[in-house]
């Protein structure tokens, strides 16, 4: 006789208990093919349940096949309903992240890119989801364009025009799911296997992933402190794009000069290729207003593409681009591919989110967190390190880099720094010709709190042993 253990303390109905026990034995193995069950009437004064309940769950498990037979001549395991277990328990095992939680907790991480996530401004963006969700007609529950919302892209224009020098109209905008998502678009849109990307070097190591990932060779140009070196831009093959970060480079954070941001088009313009801009954190800009976007310059020449990850929130999953007349049609069409089209209802909300100035307000406010964290994240280092560190990029974003004159970034190193619970990113992590900053750590201090950035920094020196 079979036995189930039945718990009413559950939150689980009594028959989803016997359905999911039984199944469970049949696909272990532990109720072999053939096998009869017992009886439903049995069953159920054994367990001390309704028949009913004994009755509707072996009619759920004959109708998804682990079980047959028919009225009077008892129900019996069906054939070929077990199922080899070993990669469940190793998928199990993969999961299991409690080991070492305790260590995390306490762990200072210098990771950048990450806004202060304590900060976000949940009031008033939950008020507008509420009023959002009740007050939105229907048809916004409903399938829509994959190019977006059309009043956040209006917004988006303005704002962008206003704030950035972009100079765009609704109808070239394409809402995507944040950064990431707009650059596999280009990729899509405009890589085949062989094609070339100029980009620069070092640059974000995901983005280079996603532009190999057609099987497009990346040409890297170095980056000095002003940015990309133009001067090495050569006409020996012709590049599909060229990938730029101008308002603050990632990672080294050097802002790209008007003469260079000129050749580059000029550049672009001889070689009949499209640049692509990622704007990616220039809002927070410390050393006076936000540079000017490239895009701003020759807007049929640049794909400009944003971000709310930085100056909202990367859960949002919420980014765009900013296309060149003749790549529209087909961006929408592969946005539509890909995913139909991004969440409507957090569009609208960030459309009424920027509307009503409170992106602006918000930006506002925390370029001041922002930048009292770059203030106190340098004096440590200047306290610490004295002379043995050099720091640059930090008039923009939620990063600096902390170049040391006498240390070696590597993997031994890196790991005894975690043993010290502070973890800080090498800029070799990024690079494609290896070798040419192995002195250089990105510290990222957007989501960390003042006294963090002071502590963090001193474990850095005792790992470091200054
Ligand atoms: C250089 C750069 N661009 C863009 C992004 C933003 O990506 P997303 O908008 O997908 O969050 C990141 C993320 O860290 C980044 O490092």
Known sequence: ?????????????????????????????????????????????????????????????LAEGYIEGQQGAGTFVA???????????????????????????DLIDFRSGIPALDMFPRRNWGKLAKEVCIEAPNYIFGYDHPEGRTELRRVLSHYLKRTRGVECHEGQIVVSSGATQAFSLIT?????????VLIEDPITHEIQTIFTSTGANLCPIPVDEQGIRTDLLSGDKIP?????????????????????????????????CYIVEDDYDSEFRYDGEPISSLQGLDPERVIYVGTFSKNLSPALRLGYLVLPQALIEQ???????????????DQRILARFIEEGLLERHIRKMRKVY??????????????????????????????????????????????????????????????????????????????????????????KAALEF
């Open 1 to 61: 006789m079979l036995w189930i253990p039945i718990d009413r303390t559950l939150d689980i109905p009594l028959k989803r208990q016997v359905y999911d026990y039984i199944r469970k034995q049949i696909l272990h193995g532990e109720l072999a093919a053939g096998e009869r069950l017992s009886a439903t009437r049995e069953l159920a004064v054994q367990l001390g349940i309704s028949r009913n309940v004994i009755v509707e769950a072996y009619e759920q498990l």
């Open 79 to 105: 054939p070929g309903a077990f199922l080899e277990q070993l990669q469940r328990d190793e998928i199990k095992q993969s999961f299991d992240v409690s080991k070492g939680k305790k260590k995390e907790k």
């Open 188 to 196: 899509k849109l405009l890589l085949t296997h062989g094609d070339e």
């Open 240 to 272: 599909s794009f060229i990938f730029v970060t101008p308002s603050h480079q990632f990672p080294l954070g050097s802002i790209l000069p008007i003469q260079r941001r000129i050749q580059l088009i000029q550049y672009a313009r001889a070689t009949q």
């Open 331 to 345: 961006c929408r069409n592969l946005k539509w591919f890909n995913d139909l089209h991004t969440p409507s209802l």
């Open 371 to 460: 930048m009292n964290r770059r203030e106190i994240l340098r004096k440590a280092l200047a306290r610490e390190f004295g002379e043995a560190v050099k720091i640059s990029g930090d008039s923009t974003g939620l990063h600096l880099i902390a170049e040391f004159t006498q240390v070696e970034f590597t993997q031994d190193l890196l790991e005894r720094l975690l043993q010290n619970n502070v973890k800080v990113y090498p800029v070799e992590l990024h690079t494609i010709q290896k070798d040419r900053h192995r002195n250089k750590v990105i510290l990222g201090y957007g989501n960390l709190r003042e006294e963090k950035i002071d502590e963090g920094v001193m474990r850095l």
